[in-house]
């Protein structure tokens, strides 16, 4: 059972799918302080829906067909 508000925060792998990237690129986001999330008692990160939706806009990610068309930040 879902936690109140958890469809807030989304994980590594939705981000990607949000992004169209892999969940790799999105822990380097993060390591690299680009992409700000927190860390769950064992130890997953989770991203705030509405930072992950101003990242993509700010970079041009997601949200439309980008057919095979790839942005590196």
Do not use: C, I, Y
Not at 2 to 30: H, Y
């Amino acid at each position: 059972m879902a936690r109140a508000g958890s469809e807030d925060r989304l994980s590594t792998a939705a981000v990607a799918r949000m992004l169209s990237v892999t969940p790799a690129t999105v822990r380097l986001w993060a390591n690299k302080g680009l992409l700000n999330s927190t860390t769950t008692p064992g130890g997953h990160r989770r991203f705030e829906r509405t930072e992950v939706e101003d990242f993509a806009n700010r970079f041009g990610l997601g949200g439309e067909d980008t057919s095979g068309v790839r942005v590196l930040v």
